[in-house]
Structure formats: C-alpha cells, structure tokens
T-cell receptor
Framework: DAGVIQSPRHEVTEMGQEVTLRCKPISGHNSLFWYRQTMMRGLELLIYFNNNVPIDDSGMPEDRFSAKMPNASFSTLKIQPSEPRDSAVYFC?????????????FGDGTRLSIL | DAKTTQPTSMDCAEGRAANLPCNHSTISGNEYVYWYRQIHSQGPQYIIHGLKNNETNEMASLIITEDRKSSTLILPHATLRDTAVYYCIVRVHRGSQGNLIFGKGTKLSVKP
C-alpha cells in the first residue's frame, strides 16, 4: 500500500521566495498533520486537519505560514515569504481517527533550505 | 513539553534483545503509550502502542507496568537496521489533544 507521499523531497530557495510543500495522505485516512523538525526544537506539530477542516493551528509559527486541505487526498503547506530560519525538515502524517485509536503514519519529509 | 523521560542513548549488540525504558509517571487514565522510531533521514515510523496490557506485534513488544508509570519497548533480536532514535509518547485517544508530542527520544545504536 502507498504510504504518505510528500513532494518535493528537497527544496532549496532564496529567502523571500514562496515555498509550497505538498502531501498526499494515505487513502481512507481522515486526519492529516504537518510537523517540522529542527536540531534545536526537535519534532513540532504545526497544524492538524480532521475531515479536511483545520482543527488546531496553534503550532503555526506566524502568518507567513499557511496550510490548506482542499480535499481528502491533498494538502499544502505554504511559506510566504520564506526566511532562513524556516530551514527544516517538514513532515506530513495521516491517520484514521476512529474508536480504535489508530496511529499516525509519516511521509519521508521535505528537506527545506532557505538561503 | 513531552510527558515522558527516556535515556539519551543506549547500545545493543546485534542479535541481542534491546530493552528501551520510558518513564511516564504523570500519565492519565485515558492516555495511551506509543512508540515511534526515526531512522536517519526518514520520517518517524510507528512501532506499537498500548493502554495497560502488554502488547506484541511483528516489530516489538511493549511491557507496561501495572501502575502504568513506566514501560519498556523490547526489540527481541536487534539488527543493525534497528539503529534509530526511539520515541516514547503518551497521548489521548483522539482529537487535537491526541496529537503526538515528541521528546528527544533514545538514540539506540546496534553494534556488530
């Protein structure tokens, strides 16, 4: 079965540019999560969707960050304008929220470098 | 802040059992214990989870103490490919409160 698919795997861009990260969750999953990982702060949750609706965006660092989930099979995380401190690995995860307490499954991440 | 405490690092000989401890003394009655691992340059991988009973799957076993204040993840026959950072996480069943909060984990090094 296909897992969570993220693109691109690597992104290098100059500061000030817009960056768009993409995620395709596992088919049938109804929850989607965006995380960011840095050496200093470890893995942090940015935003969480359930049934395509943002439920908790308290982890989004600032207004330069936005996330959308237009349908059950696609989500984007956008940074505009990007800054060097946004450099990190960004992970997307999905799960099936039901009574059986299903685990989250992660993609392989997008390694973002802002110069 | 993470609700768990794990050793920073551990070594294990290839072929031997790896026992990774985790303390979660403030765990609530409705919180599950989850274990994930992250191999270098990959996303976190789900291993196992449990509430109060011991659990076993094809990857590992999870032993939870009767008072639920600590647990141990057991990899019965560690291989070099099990070298990774292992995260112990407690979370409630669902909703935004159920989001994973990763601590620093235990870096397990399996040596030949």
């Amino acid at each position: 079965d296909a897992g969570v698919i993220q693109s691109p795997r690597h992104e290098v861009t100059e500061m000030g540019q817009e960056v768009t990260l993409r995620c395709k969750p596992i088919s049938g999953h109804n929850s989607l999560f965006w995380y960011r990982q840095t050496m200093m702060r470890g893995l942090e949750l940015l935003i969480y969707f359930n049934n395509n609706v943002p439920i908790d965006d308290s982890g989004m660092p600032e207004d330069r960050f936005s996330a959308k989930m237009p349908n059950a099979s696609f989500s984007t995380l956008k940074i505009q304008p990007s800054e060097p401190r946004d450099s990190a690995v960004y992970f997307c995860a999905s799960s099936l929220e039901d009574r059986r307490n299903q685990p989250q499954h992660f993609g392989d991440g997008t390694r973002l470098s802002i110069l | 802040d993470a609700k768990t405490t794990q050793p920073t690092s551990m070594d294990c000989a290839e072929g031997r059992a790896a026992n990774l401890p985790c303390n979660h003394s403030t765990i609530s009655g409705n919180e599950y214990v989850y274990w994930y691992r992250q191999i270098h340059s990959q996303g976190p991988q789900y291993i196992i989870h449990g509430l109060k009973n011991n659990e076993t799957n094809e990857m590992a076993s999870l032993i939870i103490t009767e008072d639920r204040k600590s647990s141990t993840l057991i990899l019965p026959h560690a291989t070099l490919r099990d070298t990774a950072v292992y995260y112990c996480i407690v979370r409630v069943h669902r909703g935004s409160q159920g989001n994973l909060i990763f601590g620093k984990g235990t870096k397990l090094s399996v040596k030949p």
